[in-house]
T-cell receptor, first 109, second 116 residues
């Protein structure tokens, strides 16, 4: 499976937008880009996924670079409840999620 | 969405013993997976639980140590055998393939295992 690279940690202020980057330079044409997050003491939860086009849902937006070698998860207005570890994962539709270390997001009031 | 329960939620076990963890889903699912999350670490995929056949294990995990059963489309068990302190982790099951949501995985709350 292709690997992803994310910053170890990021900080944000409450009610401000957050841009979480992910590099995946070895992505293949069939790899989907998935984002999951893990809140403290909980199992991971799905955030969003995409293949080529930018995607929006009620939780976030996913911006995918034209060459697909990087992507950015956008939280439009961070809340304290968004403090979590965010994982960027590539999956070629096998269902097997290979988690990296993720980005720990801190949200300051 | 799916509601996933795991039993037990936590346990403290002595080395050399075995523990079986149960994962129950409230609807039929296509795929079920087992993960391990060691303290302060990310999740590691242990295996894919296949219904009616042997599980598919990832590199570094073997059936003798982590036997898995999946008798139907809503239930699976993971056994941690001959435990050592290094097996102290959170074990999570996940499912995929609910209705039309074939891309979203749902995770259980996890089983926190401490081996003394």
């Amino acid at each position: 499976d292709a690997k992803t690279t994310q910053p170890n940690s990021m900080e944000s202020n409450e009610e401000e937008p957050v841009h979480l980057p992910c590099n995946h330079s070895t992505i293949s044409g069939t790899d989907y880009i998935h984002w999951y997050r893990q809140l403290p003491s909980q199992g991971p939860e799905y955030v969003i996924h995409g293949l080529t086009s930018n995607v929006n849902n009620r939780m976030a937006s996913l911006a995918i670079a034209e060459d697909r070698k990087s992507s950015t998860l956008i939280l439009h207005r961070a809340t304290l409840r968004d403090a979590a570890v965010y994982y960027c994962i590539l999956d070629s539709n096998t269902g097997k999620l290979i988690f990296g270390q993720g980005t720990t997001l801190q949200v300051k009031p | 969405s799916a509601v996933i329960s795991q039993k037990p939620s936590r346990d403290i076990c002595q080395r050399g013993t075995s523990l079986t963890i149960q994962c129950q889903v409230d609807s039929q699912v296509t795929m079920m997976f087992w993960y391990r999350q060691q303290p302060g670490q990310s999740l590691t995929l242990i295996a894919t639980a296949n219904q009616g056949s042997e599980a598919t294990y990832e590199s570094g995990f073997v059936i003798d140590k982590f036997p898995i059963s999946r008798p139907n489309l809503t239930f699976s068990t993971l056994t941690v055998s001959n435990m050592s302190p290094e097996d102290s982790s959170i074990y999570l099951c996940s499912v995929e393939g609910i209705g039309t949501d074939n891309y979203e995985q749902y995770f259980g709350p996890g089983t926190r295992l401490t081996v003394t």
